[in-house]
């Protein structure tokens, strides 16, 4: 692994950001307010355009990152609008899972800062996938007892058309939720 950038050493990604003020300002500017600042707290160290230019590009990446997942999690909702909350749920997770994922495929070693959060967000997500399947089954079993007590009621109130009866125990029974 690559030495770290000054930014990162020395914590400067937020300042930078915050001077940088969503590219309203130069990379000259941020890199003078970046070095009055170091020096004001202290610091024996400048940091070069060079560095900052890096540091935008990176803050640059994440805020590209952040917007093409609220993109995806936009058309997902879409894509689900009209289905079960539990459907468009599963699809919440399934895409979180997938994030997860890809996370821990791209890490180079297991010497990094906190394992147990990882594990722990894999565990919470299995444990809401798992939750949301019960969910399902529940919705799935709740449907068709209703279904059998409308088959039942209409059985009660038209005994004397039976042609009737088996119509509308075929409507009911072709009834999918949405």
Known sequence: MGQKSKADQYGLKEIIAEKWDGGKKTIVYVTEEVNKYLEQNGFKLTVSREAIRRAVRS???????VRKNMETAKAIAEVFKDHPGTELSEAMLQYIAQLLNKEVQSIESL????????????????QAQAKLAQYRTQAVKALDKAKSQIKAELQK?????????????????????K
Do not use: G, M, W
Not at 59 to 65: H, N, P, T
Not at 113 to 122: F, G, I, M, R
Not at 158 to 175: A, F, G, N, S, Y
């Open 111 to 126: 010497s990094f800062e906190n394992p147990t959060e990882l594990v722990l967000s894999a565990a919470k997500l299995t």
């Open 157 to 177: 109130a038209i005994q004397h058309d039976p042609e009737l009866l088996e119509r509308l125990c075929k409507i009911v029974d072709d009834v999918k939720v």
């Open 59 to 65: 803050y640059e990446d994440q805020v590209a990152d």
